[in-house]
Structures are given as C-alpha cells and as structure tokens.
C-alpha cells in the first residue's frame, strides 16, 4: 500500500483524548459557548457550557452520558459529592427571559437565568431576602426552605426541569 503524500507531508495526526473528543462535537452541536478548562489541573477534567438555549442544555446532556462526563449546574449551592469523573458546568446566566402569562392570576415564566433580583421586583415575594445574583436555576437547586413533599409552598406552579441523569 501506497502512503498518501499529504501524510507525508503533515505527519500523523495526533491521538485525540475523550475529553478532546467531547469538548469538540459538544462545541459543533451547542451554538453556545464551550469553554475548556483543561486535563488534570486542580479542579480536575472540566469545561465550562453557557448555552444560547434550551436545546444546547439537551444536547450536552446527551453528549455527557455517551462521554461519562458529569453535568454540573454553575454555582449551585448544596450538600453535593465532588465528582472523581470529568465535568461540565452549565452556566445559564444568557437565558434570562421573564414572561408574564394571560390571565387573572398573576404567573410567570422564568428562563432558569433569570436572577433573584428580577423575580422579586416583578412581585414574586417569595424571592425578596434572598441573594440578587442567584439565578432561578440555582435557587431551584438549591437545599428548600419548605418540607419534603410541599414543593406548592415554594410558590411554583410548573417547571421543566432536565436533572444530571437525563430525566
């Protein structure tokens, strides 16, 4: 067999590692930002995702369960084991949006980005006291402030919620 000119030329191309792997196709499927925060420093094997949309959030999901890698929700605050596996935060502070919904009742619907800060002054009393730069995400997050089971005390009505594990 004939080698190719152009391997001759270039050389061999280098061996790619699974996290290299991972960090590129989660870059070619997210139109968000993936940023690499390396192999084996302090902090372990992580990147950093803020995605442009829920669907970047979906599709690194999927990649994180081919790959092994853990889903992390940035900033959240909670009696969490450190993860010995490679990570990826998901920083969600670009989905911010704040809606209200028609009708009588006063409802919302909040993008997990949306900060404390906003919740309270548009009327969500449940939110005032609490840290102004927490997002929605990580309060939900979060340890309750309310009893097992009594989740309609925390003023939720709904949410669509994609948890580490793919549910």
């Not at 102004?132 to 709904?158: E, F, I, K, N, R």
Request: proline share 8%; glycine share 12%.
């Amino acid at each position: 067999m004939q080698p190719s000119r152009r391997a001759f030329l270039m050389g061999r191309r280098p061996v790619q590692t699974p996290w290299a792997a991972f960090v590129q196709r989660l870059a070619l499927v997210c139109r968000g930002t993936v940023r690499d925060l390396g192999e084996g420093g302090a902090d372990g094997t992580c990147a950093m995702l803020t995605p442009a949309s829920g669907a970047d959030v979906v599709q690194a999901r999927k990649l994180c369960a081919e790959y092994r890698v853990t889903l992390e929700l940035e900033g959240a605050a909670g009696p969490f084991a450190p993860s010995a596996r490679p990570r990826l935060g998901v920083d969600p502070v670009l989905l911010t949006g704040l809606t209200r919904l028609d009708g009588d009742a006063p409802r919302w619907r909040a993008q997990p980005g949306v900060t404390v800060a906003a919740l309270a002054s548009a009327g969500l009393r449940q939110f005032n006291g609490l840290p102004g730069d927490m997002t929605l995400a990580q309060w939900v997050a979060a340890p309750a402030s309310w009893p097992a089971g009594h989740c309609a005390a925390s003023g939720l009505v709904a949410a669509d919620v994609l948890l580490a594990d793919g549910v």
